[in-house]
């Protein structure tokens, strides 16, 4: 679900999250199954408050605050300078409120659901995070940045949860294990083919196993030698071939028959895999 909020002054509040400026802003607003996330833009100086009973990590793409500063939890904390690039660690509960003086801003909010967190590992089961503000971390904004850019809703997922992984507290270190055995390797590539046509979701496959899903994203890759998503387009693109090979499905049936949301995320995916477009795959054959 996406919602657009545009003013050229006042105050916006959305869910948690509120902004009053004197200048123009704007906040997209989308609502995932796992996370929300919200993209903001304003041209001036402005306040924000943001209190949310769930994690959020601040990403800023653009801006510097001249004269700004931040509370936490009514605490004085420096928030100042070059803001591109750099990143905010808000844990859930706390309340944050912050003055930013510059000629402009632009920055997402990405707030994490508990049913998300929880398979973290902590002493309460939880996510356990420090605040940290202004971050400058090269790993976080790549994986960020490729988490904007996805469509699939598998990849969104499991970059998030690569995010708290890396951010979180909780040593990760794990007992030496060579995955999962034969038999549940073999419950796993049953499941994603019958699934294929269908959403998959990481949590899915990691209750087929009877695992959590911080130590199911380990396995997995220790059994397979690849992510969870890099096996299942891999499977999509194999039994796409099949179907183009052995039916006359319409390029778009193929693509939706094999999981795939459109049919040019079908076509771009094939094509990067294969080397050439489906239909181009399709006309070789004859």
């Not at 123009?24 to 903001?40: D, K, N, P, Q, W």
């Not at 499905?249 to 094999?258: A, D, P, Q, R």
Request: aromatic fraction near 10%; glycine fraction near 8%.
């Amino acid at each position: 679900m996406k919602k657009i909020y545009q003013l050229d002054e006042g105050v916006i509040d959305v869910s948690g999250l509120q902004f009053e400026s004197d200048a123009a802003m704007r906040i997209e607003s989308h609502v995932l199954g796992y996370a929300r996330v919200e993209t903001f833009a304003l041209e001036g100086d402005h306040r924000v408050q943001i209190q949310r009973d769930i994690h959020s990590l601040v990403f800023f793409s653009q801006g510097e605050n001249e004269r700004g500063y931040a509370r936490v939890n009514g605490r004085k904390i420096p928030h100042g300078g070059q803001l591109r690039k750099r990143i905010d660690v808000l844990p859930s509960g706390l309340e944050y409120s912050g003055a930013y003086v510059g000629k402009g801003l632009k920055a997402s909010i990405l707030s994490i659901d508990p049913r998300l967190s929880r398979c973290m590992p902590s002493l309460e089961g939880g996510l356990d995070l420090k605040l940290r503000t202004q971050l400058n971390d090269a790993f976080m904004w790549t994986i960020y940045e490729q988490f904007m850019h996805a469509s699939d809703p598998l990849l969104k997922e499991s970059l998030s949860m690569t995010l708290l992984i890396y951010i979180s507290r909780k040593s990760l270190d794990t007992p030496v294990s060579t995955g999962f055995g034969a038999g549940r390797k073999r419950r796993l590539v049953d499941y994603v083919e019958e699934h294929l046509e269908q959403p998959i979701s990481i949590s899915e496959l990691a209750d087929e196993v009877g695992v959590s899903v911080f130590h199911f994203l380990r396995l997995f890759k220790l059994a397979f030698f690849i992510t969870p998503y890099q096996y299942i387009l891999q499977r999509r693109v194999e039994r796409a071939k099949v179907l183009l090979s052995h039916t006359t499905y319409s390029i778009e049936m193929v693509g939706f028959k094999c999981g795939f949301n459109s049919g040019s995320q079908f076509s771009q995916t094939f094509s990067r895999a294969v080397g050439q477009s489906p239909s181009a795959f399709r006309k070789s054959l004859s």
